[in-house]
């Protein structure tokens, strides 16, 4: 995980979360992204969410202009990672707390499930 944005949705108790992440793929294979997901630990509950659409994401960085500070290309479902190749991406996900309960999180898991292999599971 290599950088975390969030931003508050009004008169909800809810953030907004763009993440960057930094995948490699070490084997002499390709490899297709089949979910990317997100979990989110306050220390008293765990919440979790799928990446959001493309489409809907473009959306969301036009209504809150903060969360695409450090954006990079999207990172989606069924994208290839090539055999031997490093990928960097953003994805965006939600969850039900205020800016102030996820500013203190005991951690974020994104978890990438790539089809017919292990997830990958980055913990911050």
Do not use: C
Request: hydrophobic share 45%.
């Amino acid at each position: 995980i290599d950088d975390v944005v969030s931003v508050a949705v009004p008169q909800q108790d809810m953030v907004m979360v763009a993440i960057n992440i930094t995948l490699h793929n070490n084997a002499n294979k390709p490899s297709w992204i089949h979910t990317i997901k997100a979990t989110l630990d306050t220390g008293k509950d765990k919440f979790d969410d799928d990446a959001s659409p493309a489409v809907d994401v473009q959306r969301y960085f036009k209504a809150f202009p903060d969360l695409k500070a450090h954006a990079l290309p999207f990172l989606m479902p069924e994208e290839r990672l090539d055999a031997k190749s490093e990928t960097v991406g953003t994805f965006v996900v939600s969850f039900p707390v205020s800016a102030e309960a996820f500013a203190a999180r005991k951690s974020l898991t994104v978890t990438v499930a790539p089809y017919d292999e292990v997830p990958l599971v980055i913990k911050k």
